[in-house]
């Protein structure tokens, strides 16, 4: 079954410490992964998404097909970060409908 | 580019009543989705359209929810008799046509709430 997992409901960090927000999937085509966020009374936003392999505000994420994981990071957290994060993950060949994790919080503190 | 609207922002209704959601996608994109985000939980998909025509409605429940894409105006989400458990966020989405990045834009969302 398609299956997103973001196994850390909260995760809260002191600015300038990296962060780790875990995803992890489960899926038997070729999917595409997306990390999306969302602050506070803001919509949500696409923030990476892995074919790009870019970096954006300093966060990167990169696919493990052999973990299937796709865990996002940056190596200095800063308080503007603190939002909800989204891990999602996309078959075209079925649409493009996205299938969400449950979101961690990320909370950084001063 | 005005981005994904979505109206109302808010809706309040009693039991029974017919709740109307909805959604313009972004400036020259035909593909729109819906999400729903119970209290707790993730977005879960609902559907997918393009115009005039549904594609994928796999995550609709069955009975009370219909969805439409007009030729002409928004996208709406249509729940018949609500009930308390339909009360959650309603996200649309929407993305360019096939050929162009697909990736989903999203609207501001509405809380449904039913007393």
């Known amino acids: 079954a398609q299956r997103v997992t973001q196994p850390e409901k909260l995760l809260s960090v002191f600015k300038g410490a990296p962060v780790e927000l875990k995803c992890n999937y489960s899926?038997?085509?070729?999917?595409?992964l997306f990390w999306y966020v969302q602050y506070s009374r803001q919509r949500l936003q696409l923030l990476l998404r892995?074919?790009s392999r870019e970096s954006i505000k300093g966060f990167t994420a990169d696919l493990n097909k052999g973990e299937t994981s796709f865990h996002l990071k940056k190596p200095f957290a800063q308080e503007e970060d603190s939002a909800m994060y989204y891990c999602?993950?996309?078959?075209?060949?079925?649409?493009?409908?996205?299938?969400f994790g449950q979101g961690t919080e990320l909370s950084v503190k001063p | 580019n005005a981005g994904v609207m979505q109206n109302p922002r808010h809706l309040v209704r009693r039991r029974g009543q017919e709740a109307r959601l909805r959604c313009s996608p972004m400036?020259?994109?035909?593909?729109v989705y819906w999400y729903r985000q119970l209290p707790e939980e993730g977005l879960k998909f609902m559907v997918y359209?393009?115009?005039?025509?549904?594609?994928?409605e796999s995550g609709m429940p069955k009975e009370r929810f219909s969805a439409e894409f007009p030729k002409e105006g928004p996208s709406i989400l249509r729940i018949q008799q609500v009930v308390r458990g339909d009360s959650a966020a309603y996200f649309c989405?929407?993305?360019?046509?096939?050929?162009?990045?697909?990736?989903?834009?999203f609207g501001p969302g509405t809380r449904l709430l039913v007393l």
């Open positions: 359209l393009q115009k005039e025509n549904i594609i994928d």
């Open positions: 899926y038997s085509g070729s999917p595409e």
């Open positions: 989405a929407s993305s360019p046509p096939a050929g162009g990045s697909r990736t989903q834009y």
């Open positions: 999602a993950l996309s078959d075209y060949n079925q649409g493009g409908k996205l299938i």
């Open positions: 892995h074919i």
């Open positions: 400036k020259g994109h035909s593909h």
